[in-house]
């Protein structure tokens, strides 16, 4: 009872890197493969600047930097297909700030909420074939969404240099899916 209707794939836990000797990330081929959830397409955006329209229309601020990883969520429509929802991140060596997600409800999917989930799964796989390890996103009231897949609220200062000082109030975290984990690792590694 309580479950959500889609769920992400636990990871496989018995893949692991020789090197760190944690689960290993999927290949950047395998990552950024088109998805279909419920009748909505995902795929990496080839130009990132096709979604800044639904990211000005939310006031969502746009990266600063130009994205490391933008993904789209495409609904077909009696005049084609279209963008109704995407998602952005920019990358500072092992950590990516997540910009969005943001969805049009205007003619849009049935369940936004849904469309947001699925564009957070495709980017954090996408993000992992990147080499991320820590992965932060603004609350923007989607605090569900964050839960679901294991970010915890974290302060500010956590954030690198090169990606703080970026719009917002409040920050999350993820790493691997689980909120058993630590500031303290990020100062180790």
């Known amino acids: 009872m309580g479950r959500s209707r889609s769920r992400r794939p636990a990871p496989d836990l018995t893949a692991f890197s020789p090197e ?14 088109p ?20 990211f000005d229309f939310a006031a969502v601020p746009w990266p600063a930097a130009p994205p490391a990883l933008a993904w789209g969520a495409y609904a077909a429509g009696a005049r084609g297909e279209r ?8 990358q500072h060596r092992g950590d990516v700030l997540l910009h969005g997600p943001v969805v049009s409800a205007h003619e849009g999917p049935d369940d936004p909420l849904e469309v947001a989930a699925q564009l957070v799964a495709a980017t954090l796989d996408h993000a992992g074939a990147l080499g ?3 992965v932060f996103a ?4 989607l605090d569900r969404v964050w839960v679901r897949f294991g970010f915890i609220p974290v302060p500010e200062v956590t954030l690198p240099a090169p990606l703080a000082g970026r719009v917002g109030v409040g920050l999350y975290a993820w790493r691997g899916g689980s909120a058993l984990w630590t ?3 990020a100062v180790e590694n």
Not at 83 to 90: R, T
Request: glycine letters at 12%; zero cysteines.
């Open 138 to 141: 603004r609350p923007l009231g």
């Open 35 to 54: 998805r279909v959830w419920q009748g909505i397409g995902y795929r990496p955006l080839p130009d990132a600047a096709a979604a800044r329209p639904l």
């Open 132 to 134: 991320a390890t820590t």
């Open 183 to 185: 500031l303290r690792e």
């Open 20 to 33: 760190t000797g944690r689960p290993s990330a999927p290949s950047l081929a395998s990552a950024t493969l």
């Open 83 to 90: 963008l109704v929802g995407a998602l952005a991140g920019e």
